[in-house]
Each structure stands twice: as C-alpha cells, then as structure tokens.
C-alpha cells in the first residue's frame, strides 16, 4: 500500500501539567481559557492573510504504559508550512491561566500520513447554547505510540521502513481488530524532536485494541526504536478547537 503526506504540516505540543497543579484543573483551564484563545488567533491570522491552522485538536490521555504518565495531553495544529522548534518553550512566562497551570511546553514539527481514515466515525457537533467551538467528541478507544529512535538511527532508512513495512502491517492487524484510524506522524527535524514520530490508532473498544495486539508480530520496525524510552499513551476524549 501507499500512504501519501499530507501537503499540511502537523505541529504538534506534548502538555505536561505543573506540578502541584491536579490533572482536572488543567483540562478545565485548556478547555477554558487556552483553546478559545487559541480558536481566535487563528482565525485572526487567516483574515490577516497569515497561515492559520486549518484544524485544532487537543487528544487526553487518561493511562500510559508507564505507572508515572509522560504526558496528561496532546495539542495538534496543521499549517501551511512547519514551524521550526523555538528558541524558548511556550509558557515559561505564562500568558493565561492555562499556562500557569502547564509545564513549558514545546512545538514539535511532523508529517502526517493517515493510512486508515476512518473520520465519519470522529465527527464533532459544535455547540449550540455557547459558542460552537471548542467542542468535544468522545467513543472510541485511542492508543498513541510516541516514538524514539536508536541513536545512531538512519532516519530516511527508518522512515522507509515505517511506511512501507510497518504502515501495511498495522493496517492489516487493525482491520482484522475492528480499528476505525491509523495515522502515521514522521518529524521533520528528528534531530531536534523529542520524538522520531507517532502512531496514533482508533478503536471502537478497548477490547478491540487488546485483540490487535494480539495479532501484532515483529516486523523490523524494533531494530529502529528504543523501545525502553517509548511513551504509549491511551485516551477516549478529544477537545475540537477547529474541527
């Protein structure tokens, strides 16, 4: 099979919360006081003529395959054209609420390749008693595979691989599971990413999830990743800034 890019570029913002500040707290200030922000400098920057994101997105994370959780969420914006990692993390001086209640966060640049769509199972209603966005959607069972390389990795080898080898194999598997989604994220400057890439993988179930991994075999792709260093994230609620 082959798995096109999308001509957008996906950035991407890894969120951690401060510590003292509770999981709760930190949702409600995002979903709050940081997305409609967010929402309106877009749709600034679009009527100004700049590159605006064309979709926003912020997926949870409630468990992780490690007991102290790497991330409590995932913000994700597509533009024109990629963002180059900044010379200082967003929310070192916070400018909301939210950000006060975030570590300093990061832009990590990618490229997306969605193998399975599967959207008509995400849609979004936007509200109708408040403003329409942000929204929520909620429903299925998301598993996100944040991906680090072996050092010393040949990157456009590896990207290969993923796309031709692994790609086909974890489409199959995850048909054969009952899986709705699988999109591939490659980074655009790996050596300056906290990450190689992502896997993200959408099942109506968790018991769906538990019977892709069942069929899942080594396929190549171990001889790239560090997998003591792989953050698996798992989530069932996402926050649509722009849908």
Known sequence: MSVEPNERAKMI??????????????????????MPAVITAQDRAIEQGRDGASRYIAQ?????????????????????????????DHGQEPTDTFQEKAAPYFS?????????????????APLTLNDPYPSTRSGFFRVNFLVPAQEGTDYDAFYKHWLEVHVPNISAWTNQAG???????????????????MAELYFHSEDDWKKCQSLMRADGMENFVDSARMDIMFGDTEMVGVP
Do not use: C
């Open 60 to 88: 949870l994370f409630n468990s992780s395959n490690k007991d102290d959780m790497s991330w409590d969420g995932m913000a994700q914006l597509w533009f024109a054209d990629p963002q180059k990692p900044a010379t200082n």
């Open 108 to 124: 990590w640049a990618t490229r997306e390749y969605v193998a399975i769509d599967g959207s008509e199972h995400l849609s979004v």
């Open 179 to 197: 899986g709705f989604r699988y999109v591939v994220s490659h980074s655009i400057y790996p050596e300056l990413a906290p990450y190689a890439g």
């Open 13 to 34: 913002f890894l969120i951690k919360r401060r510590k003292g500040s509770s999981r709760d707290e930190l949702i409600m200030q995002w979903y709050k006081n940081h």
